[in-house]
Nanobody
Framework: QVQLVESGGGLVQAGGSLRLSCAAS????????MGWFRQAPGKEREFVAA????????YYADSVKGQFTISRDNAKNTAYLQMNSLKPEDTAIYYC???????????????WGQGTQVTVSS
């Protein structure tokens, strides 16, 4: 079992930045690829970014490429999502997830956090 806890969400004005954290406990963090997903009201959960177990490979949705950066610190059992130049359309609940491989599909992740709300005002 892996427990994931997100933090760092909040209310920010358009153009601002937030850094989300995902703290993992339980089984060995380095054994899992990590992903970030988001879900806006009335919409399906969508892929945002993923990072390999070593952190050497990263993947992004086209909508956030160049705007968001995913990273991880295996010594701290924590994954991060740095979000810059935020737009109102980035408003959503953001979830981190852990799985055996980096993937854009939520079905490839075994463990999920409870989510953290990000609201971007115009």
């Amino acid at each position: 079992q892996v427990q994931l806890v997100e933090s760092g969400g909040g209310l920010v004005q358009a153009g601002g930045s937030l850094r989300l954290s995902c703290a993992a406990s339980g089984r060995t963090f380095v054994a899992y690829a990590m992903g970030w997903f988001r879900q806006a009201p009335g919409k399906e959960r969508e892929f945002v970014a993923a990072i390999s177990r070593s952190g050497g490979s990263t993947y992004y949705a086209d909508s956030v490429k160049g705007q968001f950066t995913i990273s991880r610190d295996n010594a701290k059992n924590t994954a991060y999502l740095q979000m810059n130049s935020l737009k109102p359309e980035d408003t959503a609940i953001y979830y981190c997830a852990a799985g055996p491989r980096s993937s854009r599909s939520p079905w490839d992740y075994d463990y999920w956090g409870q989510g953290t709300q990000v609201t971007v005002s115009s």
